[in-house]
């Protein structure tokens, strides 16, 4: 379905972006260690950075390629939540991992059932990764209870002003879809145009002097090739994509 090949698209954009992230993580790691310029790399486990950063690229990619992996995306970026706390970098970057998780999990549909629960869940990981770590660390409670009480009000506050209307999006332009492509006749691609501009069946059989059955036999090829059951789908369709012939 065309909903399935969005989202395909998207997963494979994202891979490749998350790919050429990694490797440019790569590249300024060397580039760091070899000019050892920053004074925490010294402590860093330099060869287990490496190989993380290597085995996630290498992931990222293959999830790009092989649209049935890419739930791979949003479990590598959780799973990397940890790493920023450990090398003693701020909690926004794991805070920005975790919030990139949270939209391809929406994308997925993970969180369509039991909503609540999953996002309580997400967020949950995300306060012990915080505890576990910096209690790792040897930070004190401050330092481990203020990130966790930034990111709480935050949440809070977006769900105040939201309410029940909180999600997160992916903000998208509508893509293209050719009428050539699904094969509409030149009378198909009329009548589906003269639909989505507000015209009845009656006003369109008038129109073109046609009898009102025409017009919904005509339809029906229509609704058939757009894979929808019915005029409300056929015009939700429409509504997600720029009709160019």
Not at 34 to 52: G, N, R
Not at 112 to 121: F, N
């Amino acid at each position: 379905m065309v909903e399935d090949e969005r989202k395909v698209s998207l997963f494979r954009r994202t891979g490749f972006l998350f790919t050429g992230l990694g490797l440019l993580f790569l590249v300024l790691f060397t580039v760091l260690i070899v000019s050892d310029s920053v004074t925490f790399l010294h402590q860093a486990p330099k060869t287990e950075y490496f190989l993380i950063l290597g085995v996630s690229v290498v992931l990222f990619m293959v999830s790009a390629l092989i649209p049935r992996l890419y739930w791979i995306q949003p479990i590598l970026l959780l799973a990397a939540m940890p790493i920023p706390l450990m090398s003693h970098a701020s909690s926004m970057f794991s805070l920005g991992l975790f919030l990139a998780a949270e939209m391809l999990l929406t994308r997925m549909g993970f969180f369509k059932k039991a909503r609540i629960p999953k996002y309580l869940l997400s967020i949950f990981y995300f306060f012990l990764c915080e505890i576990l770590i910096g209690g790792y660390k040897g930070s004190n409670g401050l330092e481990i209870a203020a990130p966790i009480v930034f990111t709480t009000t935050a949440l809070g506050f977006l769900a105040l002003v939201y309410g029940d209307n909180w999600k997160v999006f992916l903000i998208e332009g509508k893509p293209s879809l050719s009428l050539a492509e699904l094969k509409l006749s030149p009378m198909e691609t009329e009548y589906l145009k003269a639909i989505i501009t507000g015209h009845s069946i009656k006003e369109i059989a008038i129109d073109r002097k046609v009898k009102e059955s025409t017009v919904r036999n005509t339809l029906v090829r229509v609704y058939r090739k757009f894979d929808v059951q019915d005029k409300a789908s056929l015009m939700a369709k429409c509504e997600k994509y720029h009709l160019v012939d």
